[in-house]
């Protein structure tokens, strides 16, 4: 009784920090302060206590039992308090990050995103001037390669959460693959500003940066990433290597991809790494033990590889399963990884059936 009397204790000291910090700025909000800030909460100690829990442990995710304990403790949280819309929206961003990185079936995609989607609807509905909820849908319809509503869904999350370092990060790496360069490096400089020790923040930012082909500027942002994890396992460390990668200083790559252990992206890059190494065997065992985990999950992973091993029909094939597959990594189809396909024409049919905005 004592913990959930402190826990409303603390739900009305953050109301009443927001309207006097907002009073004392003389910023003007729309409604009332107080309520601004609490749209889409709960007035349940238990069930804040559950969420607060919840994305303790998302934010710590390292493996997909780890990320199968968040979902279950949001759930929890929904529980106590059917009517929490930030809850849902929180659900189903862990339920895509699932699908994204942890999924290990195609079955399991599918559903994983079925959830996501019916988790961001009941956010909406239950909250439509949550940013957190549009942010949700933004993220489900990206993974779906639904690029035109996922634009508009961006759109409301920024104009209703423009603060938010979460929504800036996921605008801003989402506004590159699609090629709006400068949107997205903008709001990934801002993200960062607003969230300077989120490993999220620079990871993302120097996801955008690599994907813009400026490798030296990803390996800082990358470095920044690594830094603020004291585990050193990250898909920071990995994603660093795949810049060294292409920057062409493949031994460190290699020892950057050799510290990630069994993380999914770590063997990717050694994949390729190993290759031009002229270690061709070590290679096709990075590959085997990604295709033993994943399956065709990671189809669009195994055109990269075959891409850079200079292998183009089985690369091309295996970008033409993505997209019977619907791998939501084709969203990342302007990765340089994929440069030696471009004038394929099997790739170029791809690429305009996915209709990415002008």
């Known amino acids: 009784m004592a913990a959930d009397r402190n826990l409303g204790d603390m739900l009305q000291l953050q109301s ?37 829990r919840a994305s303790k442990a998302y934010f710590s995710i390292r493996s997909g039992k780890d990320s199968q304990t968040a979902i279950g403790q949001y759930t929890q949280a929904i ?3 059917p009517n929490y819309a930030l809850a849902y929206a929180a659900r189903a961003l862990a339920a895509a990050n699932f699908a994204d990185q942890w999924a290990t079936t195609v079955s399991a995609v599918r559903s994983a995103l079925d959830n996501a989607k019916a988790d961001a609807h009941k956010s909406i509905a239950l909250a439509p001037d949550l940013g957190e909820g549009h942010l949700a849908m933004a993220r489900v319809y990206e993974d779906l390669l639904q690029f035109a509503p996922a ?11 423009p603060g938010s370092a ?7 790496r989402f506004s590159i693959f699609m090629g709006r360069s400068t949107d997205g490096l903008t709001a990934l400089r801002r993200a960062v500003a607003l969230d300077p020790l989120n490993v999220q923040s620079h990871g993302s930012r120097g996801l955008g940066l690599l994907n813009l082909r400026r490798y030296a500027d990803a390996v800082i942002a990358f470095k920044d990433a690594v830094a603020l994890d004291p585990t050193g396992v990250t898909l920071a460390s990995a994603w660093l ?11 460190t790559a290699r020892s950057y991809c050799e ?26 065992k990075m590959l085997a033990r990604a295709r033993a985990t994943n399956g065709d999950t990671t189809a669009v992973w195994y055109t990269w590889i075959y891409a850079q091993w200079g ?39 791809i690429e305009r059936a996915l209709r990415f905005p002008n």
């Open 16 to 52: 009443d920090i927001a309207t006097a910090v907002a009073s004392a700025l003389k910023v003007t909000l729309l409604g009332d302060e107080a309520a601004k800030v609490e749209v889409g909460g709960t007035h349940s100690p238990a069930a804040f206590d559950a969420y607060l």
């Open 259 to 284: 510290t990630t252990g069994d993380l999914d992206t770590g063997q990717f890059c050694l994949a390729i790494t190993y290759d031009k190494l002229g270690r061709h065997a070590d290679a096709e």
């Open 151 to 161: 634009v508009e869904e961006y759109g409301h999350a920024l104009t209703l959460a």
């Open 79 to 81: 529980r106590l308090d």
């Open 166 to 172: 979460r929504v800036l990060w996921n605008y801003g």
């Open 241 to 251: 290597g795949h810049a060294y990668y292409l920057l062409g200083d493949l031994e």
């Open 311 to 349: 292998n183009t029909p089985r690369a091309l094939d295996w970008l033409e399963t993505a997209m019977r597959l619907r791998d939501p990594d084709l969203r990342q189809l302007k990765n340089p990884l994929l440069d030696p396909l471009r004038n394929e024409p099997r790739f170029q049919a």
